[in-house]
């Protein structure tokens, strides 16, 4: 399981993800988000594109269920960890996960490929034209699901001395509006974490889209 790379070299933000991950051993927990366990389980396997897959355990999880993933991120770090936990696993995940490094702001995956696209916590900006989210919808397969989870960011305020402002990012309902019709909204809501938030943040609460585009 190696990574390969998926349209343009990422750019300068790729070096500040790679920092981030190396700032500390392992980031994340290991385990699978709860919300993807939760609204996956059940769908029929197939082709999985898992965004922004950081140390792999969602992308791994699809595989032992039967998924074909592929697993994207911006930080090499990451993916090299990711691939390493996966080299450790048994020998039956081979070839069920590909590892690509890609900026998927800047070139979108294919269009009508993916049975399921799970973007979790991932930042996605807004930008003009959409083009970013644009090219996630697209990326959904006719009869395919599409699974936006994100922190609750309603109520919070811009931080200048970071450069975060909530604003700046999709929120549920935003990419509900971008969905053409012959979608189906299963689900659109806001539910208090099952787990602890990440380190040094305060998120008590998830938001979940989960649509369904026709066949």
């Given at each position: 399981m190696m990574t390969r790379q998926y349209g343009p070299v990422p750019g300068p933000s790729a070096q500040s993800w790679?920092?981030?991950?190396?700032?500390?051993?392992?980031?994340?927990?290991?385990?699978?988000?709860?919300?993807?366990?939760?609204?996956?389980?059940?769908?029929?396997?197939?082709?999985a594109l898992d965004v922004g897959c950081g140390e792999g355990a969602d992308a791994l999880?699809?595989?032992?269920?039967?998924?074909?993933?592929?697993?994207?991120?911006?930080?090499?770090?990451?993916?090299?960890?990711?691939?390493?936990?996966?080299?450790?696993?048994?020998?039956?995940?081979?070839?069920?996960?590909?590892?690509?490094?890609?900026?998927?702001?800047?070139?979108?995956?294919?269009?009508?490929a993916f049975d399921l696209v799970s973007v979790q916590y991932f930042p996605l900006r807004r930008e003009p034209g959409h083009t970013a989210?644009?090219?996630?919808?697209?990326?959904v397969a006719p009869g395919g699901t599409l699974l936006f989870v994100g922190h609750d960011l309603s109520g919070l305020t811009p931080r200048p001395e970071d450069g975060f402002d909530p604003a700046d990012?999709?929120?549920?309902?935003?990419?509900?509006?971008?969905?053409a019709p012959g979608w189906s909204v299963q689900c659109?809501?806001?539910r208090p974490r099952?787990?602890?938030?990440?380190?040094?943040?305060?998120?008590?609460?998830d938001t979940v889209l989960r649509a369904r585009r026709a066949r």
């Amino acid at each position: 399981m190696m990574t390969r790379q998926y349209g343009p070299v990422p750019g300068p933000s790729a070096q500040s993800w790679d920092a981030m991950y190396r700032s500390r051993d392992q980031v994340f927990s290991g385990a699978p988000n709860p919300v993807l366990v939760g609204e996956v389980t059940g769908l029929p396997p197939g082709q999985a594109l898992d965004v922004g897959c950081g140390e792999g355990a969602d992308a791994l999880w699809l595989a032992r269920r039967g998924w074909q993933v592929t697993a994207v991120d911006i930080s090499r770090v990451a993916l090299q960890r990711a691939a390493a936990a996966a080299a450790d696993l048994a020998t039956g995940l081979a070839g069920r996960v590909a590892w690509a490094r890609a900026d998927l702001t800047a070139a979108p995956p294919p269009a009508d490929a993916f049975d399921l696209v799970s973007v979790q916590y991932f930042p996605l900006r807004r930008e003009p034209g959409h083009t970013a989210l644009r090219g996630l919808l697209k990326a959904v397969a006719p009869g395919g699901t599409l699974l936006f989870v994100g922190h609750d960011l309603s109520g919070l305020t811009p931080r200048p001395e970071d450069g975060f402002d909530p604003a700046d990012y999709y929120g549920p309902d935003e990419v509900a509006q971008f969905l053409a019709p012959g979608w189906s909204v299963q689900c659109n809501e806001t539910r208090p974490r099952t787990t602890p938030p990440p380190a040094g943040a305060h998120h008590t609460h998830d938001t979940v889209l989960r649509a369904r585009r026709a066949r």
